[in-house]
């Protein structure tokens, strides 16, 4: 996987939207996902303007805005089908079948209506994968999480990606931090917890640098705040992609 071209690895995808990204990550050349972690629409949709040229991915926490109006995930979709990039909700479900289930189709975010990705904790098993599971989408596994202190272990990782590899339909990929699945190019791995020239948060999170995620195996970096919080996102968008690139075609040389 590691040494493959994006494009190349379409033809192993089995999930639509892998093969999807794939695609418009050759295409675009660029392997970064942004978290858009924002509390207000508009900075919202500012965001999504800003990063559009230069991201595969835009990745939301729906329930974390105070203005939430199903409008804005119909603004979203039109500026993701400008810039040619999906929609990621990185909802994280973690409950049985039936609740991941209604929290996906149902409540006033209707996510399955507009989110082409979503993420999803492997904990309750495989009857969650099951019920979440339909025709056209994408759901990233988390085996590993960017935090210090995170009570994952190496098992319930190993487990995660074992579960993750018996449904190549519906899961587009990993989220992990290292390089779990080498043999197997036609999923994603993707990381989050990338910030130049800042070593955490003070509440957990631990960053590293894009060479070095892009040297563990990831496939798509995400970058939050060291998009979100610089003056001119669009400039730091396209630093952190141009970066993220050069790291994926060094890796593939
Ligand atoms: N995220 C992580 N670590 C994980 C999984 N997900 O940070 O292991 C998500 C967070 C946040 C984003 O929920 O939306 O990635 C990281 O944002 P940051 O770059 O601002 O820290």
């Known amino acids: 996987r590691l040494k493959l071209p994006y494009e190349e690895r379409i033809a192993y995808a089995k999930n639509n939207r892998a093969q999807e990204l794939f695609k418009i990550m050759s295409e675009k050349r660029t392997n970064l996902c942004v978290a858009a972690d924002v509390t207000k629409s508009d900075e919202l949709i500012s965001l999504a303007n800003q990063t559009g040229p230069y991201i595969c991915l835009f990745k939301t ?81 988390l085996a590993e999480i960017s935090t210090s202190g995170s009570i994952i272990d190496k098992n319930y990782t190993e487990k995660t990606v074992k579960l993750a590899l018996q449904y190549p339909d519906l899961v587009t990929g990993i989220v992990c931090q290292n390089p779990l699945f080498t043999s197997e190019p036609g999923f994603i791995q993707l990381t989050p917890g990338v910030q130049l020239d800042v070593e955490g948060d003070g509440l957990g999170q631990k960053y590293n640098t894009p060479d070095v995620v892009i040297g563990n195996g990831a496939d798509i970096a995400v970058v939050g705040r060291g998009i979100t919080k610089s003056s001119e996102p669009n400039v730091a968008a396209e630093k952190y992609r141009s970066l993220l690139w050069g790291a994926y075609l060094k890796r593939i040389e």
Do not use: C, P
Request: charged share 20%; glycine share 8%.
């Open 61 to 141: 926490h729906i329930d974390i805005l105070e203005d939430f109006n199903i409008d804005v995930v119909e603004a979203l979709k039109k500026i993701a089908e400008k810039h040619n990039f999906l929609l990621f909700e990185d909802r994280k479900f973690s409950d049985i079948g039936k609740t991941v289930q209604m929290q996906y189709s149902n409540g006033m975010y209707k996510i399955l209506s507009w989110a082409n990705v979503v993420t999803a904790h492997s904990l309750a098993g495989a009857g969650m994968l099951d019920a979440i599971k339909h025709g056209n989408n994408g759901v990233f596994l």
